[in-house]
């Protein structure tokens, strides 16, 4: 089994910044990818980012791409994502998820609210 435990969400105006983290732990594969997904009121769960563990291989949601980076410690285990020029429309859940390559295996944290809003 694998943990995800995110911090970082809460209130923050147009225009400005966060960081979201999140620390995996349990029995973790050495191959893996981490990531961000996020869920708004009414809408779908939505990739926002990813980050693979050998390669540090990225991918972004173009709704993000050049705001948003996303950055890994391997030998933490941990996953940050640093938003920045944040809107309304980042409004949302945003949770952390670790997907195992070779088994195809996915696991969530509980999510953290990012409220954008003057």
């Known amino acids: 089994q694998v943990q995800l435990v995110e911090s970082g969400g809460g209130l923050v105006a147009p225009g400005g910044s966060l960081r979201l983290s999140c620390a995996a732990s349990?029995?973790?594969?050495?191959?893996?990818?981490m990531g961000w997904y996020r869920q708004a009121p009414g809408k779908e769960r939505e990739l926002v980012a990813t980050i693979t563990s050998i390669s540090s291989s990225t991918n972004y949601a173009d709704s993000v791409k050049g705001r948003f980076t996303i950055s890994r410690d391997n030998a933490k285990n941990t996953v940050s994502l640093q938003m920045n020029r944040l809107n309304s429309e980042d409004t949302a859940v945003y949770y952390c998820?670790?997907?195992?390559?070779?088994?195809?295996?996915?696991?969530w944290g509980k999510g953290t609210l990012v409220t954008v809003s003057s």
């Open positions: 349990g029995s973790i594969s050495r191959l893996n990818a």
């Open positions: 998820n670790l997907r195992s390559l070779p088994t195809g295996i996915q696991y």
